[in-house]
């Protein structure tokens, strides 16, 4: 009995881990993500770095970084839910 309850213990630690790793991985390609759009929006609004920035390059990037939070938010959101399903099948 002993050595079963052994083994199922190994095996929610395995479980627990491989759950772990995969929150981790997409963690990774959330940064990744965010570090991409944060290429584009540079790229998009900025021409040349100055001292000052213009009202065009201003508006844009004020867009861009609600376009940014709106994108966190659905990530962040669309995380918990995955999340919430997988602790709800457990």
Do not use: Y
């Not at 190994?10 to 627990?16: A, F, P, V």
């Not at 100055?50 to 508006?59: A, M, N, P």
């Amino acid at each position: 009995m002993a050595a079963d309850d052994a083994m199922e213990g190994n095996k929610l630690t395995e479980s627990e881990l491989q759950e772990f790793f995969m929150a981790e991985k997409q963690k990774a390609q959330i940064q990744a993500q965010i570090h991409e759009f944060n290429d584009i929006c540079w790229e998009k609004c900025v021409d040349k770095p100055g001292v000052k920035l213009d009202s065009r390059t201003e508006t844009c990037l004020s867009n861009c970084v609600d376009r940014f939070i709106d994108v966190s938010l659905l990530i962040t959101n669309r995380f918990a839910q995955i999340l919430q399903k997988s602790v709800g099948n457990m």
